[in-house]
C-alpha cells in the first residue's frame, strides 16, 4: 500500500488484511505485549487543518507506538496561515526526511491531491478531507463490529444523520458492502445525499424503516461547520425526529450495537443513556482506531522500504 486516500484505493483481500493485521496488534495492546517496531527510523507528520481529537492523538499513539519519530502540525500555528500552499508546506516536510504524512483537510480531494502530486514522494494517508473520505474511521469501525459480532458478512448497519457532509458514512457505505455488510442511510432530507442513491445503498428520509432490524446503529454528528443556511427548524426538533432513543432503538434487533464516530452531541443525535449504555461501542471503536491506525501506517512503511 503507497498511500491510503480513499476505501476506493483498497481491494476486499487488502481490507481483511489490514483488519487481521489490526487485530493482531489490538489483541497484543491488550495483553500488554510489546509492540513490533516496524516504524523505527521513520518520520510521520501529523499534517491538521481542522480540529480533531480522536484521530489526531491516535495517528500519534499508533506512530510512536510502533517506533516512528513523529511531529504534529496544526494549520493555526503554520505558514498556512501565511499562504504557503499544501503541497510545499510537505515538500518541505519531505526536505526533513519526513516519511509518511497523515492529512486531515477541510478541502475533498487534498490527500489525493498530495498522493499524486509529482514533486512529492512521503507516503499520504488521509485522515479525513472535507465531505469526501475518511477511510481509517471506516476500517476502525469495521475492526469493532467484527470484533463484537464476530463477522461483518449480512449484519444490517444503519447510518443516521447528517449523510450529506460526512465522510464516515462515505467510506462506511463503500467499506462495509464490500465485506459482505448490508449499509442503510437515513436522514432528514435536506441532509441525504443527491442523488438519493449516489452512495449506492437503500436511503430513507426516516429513521424508522432504517432502523427495523438493524444489527448496528451508526449516528452521526451535523456537520455544522459544512453547512450553510437552515436544514433543520431547531435541535430539539431534530433531536425528536432524528434522534436515537430508547423507543427507536427497539425497532432494532434486540442485540443492535449503537456506535458513534465522535465528537457526540449528547442530546441531539444520541441519547447519553444509550452513549454509556451497554449497547454502545463507542469507546471500543477508540480502541480499534491506534490499533487500524498502527496497520495503515505499517502498510506504508513496509511500501517505502520495498
Ligand atoms: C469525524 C470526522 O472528523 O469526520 N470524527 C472523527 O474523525 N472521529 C466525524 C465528526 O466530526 O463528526
Known sequence: MAHLTSIRELSREGALALLEDAGALLDAAERREPL??????????????????????????????????VLNLSAATSSATKGETLADTVANLEAMHADIVVLRHPASGAAHHLATHPRLRAAVVNAGDGMHEHPSQALLDALTLRRAKGRLEGLKVA???????????????????????EVRLAGPRTL???????????????????????????????????ISGAVFSTLREYARTFGLDDSRLRLAQPDALVMHPGPINRGVELTSALADGPRSVVLQQVSSGVAVRMAILRACAARLDG
Do not use: W
Not at 159 to 180: E, F, Q, T, W, Y
Not at 202 to 226: K, N, S
Open 36 to 69: 513490533p517496531a516496524a516504524l523505527a527510523g521513520k518520520t510521520v507528520v501529523n499534517l491538521f487543518y481542522e480540529a480533531s481529537t480522536r484521530t489526531r492523538s491516535s495517528f500519534e499513539l499508533a506512530a510512536r507506538r510502533l517506533g516512528a519519530t
Open 159 to 181: 447510518i443516521c444523520g447528517d449523510i450529506a457532509h460526512s465522510r464516515v458514512a462515505r467510506s462506511n457505505a463503500l467499506l462495509l458492502p464490500m465485506l459482505g455488510a
Open 192 to 226: 441525504l445525499p443527491r442523488p438519493l442513491d449516489a452512495l449506492g445503498c437503500p436511503t430513507f428520509d426516516r429513521l424508522e424503516p432504517a432502523l427495523e432490524g438493524a444489527d448496528v446503529i451508526m449516528m452521526l454528528r451535523i456537520q455544522q461547520e459544512r
